[in-house]
């Protein structure tokens, strides 16, 4: 009922930027907290950054100052502006919602996108 696209994502050279925008349709009534999450190779997924419906935002030490996460809740779009880019950067960028949802009744879960993959060379 909720579908989730990831776009935005590529290579690029370390130091350069790229911004990642995440669409949520479907039978949507609201979306609570957004979060972009991240697995590279060999590893586990991690929270990369995440976002309220009122705007307070959270990241993850290793982006502090590089990374920036927006949503437009009037198009029920977020977005990751990653800026000075590094190797360890690269991984699969996935999109998670807490989406409340209408069907026979109004109910609240989680949904992921089908990731975005960005690669950062040195």
């Known amino acids: 009922q909720v579908q989730l696209v990831e776009s935005g994502g590529g290579l690029v050279q370390a130091g350069g930027s790229l911004r990642l925008s995440c669409a949520a349709s479907?039978?949507?009534?609201?979306?609570?907290?957004m979060g972009w999450y991240r697995q590279a190779p060999g590893k586990q997924r991690e929270l990369v950054a995440d976002?309220?419906?009122?705007?307070?935002?959270n990241y993850v030490d290793s982006v502090k100052g590089r990374f920036t996460i927006s949503r437009d809740n009037a198009k029920n779009t977020m977005y990751l502006q990653m800026n000075s880019l590094k190797p360890e950067d690269t991984g699969v960028y996935y999109c998670?919602?807490?989406?409340?949802?209408?069907?026979?009744?109004?109910?609240?879960?989680?949904?992921w996108g089908q990731g975005t993959q960005v690669t950062v060379s040195s």
């Open positions: 976002i309220t419906s009122g705007g307070n935002t």
């Open positions: 998670n919602a807490d989406v409340t949802v209408v069907g026979i009744m109004y109910y609240t879960r989680k949904y």
């Open positions: 479907g039978s949507i009534v609201s979306i609570n907290t």
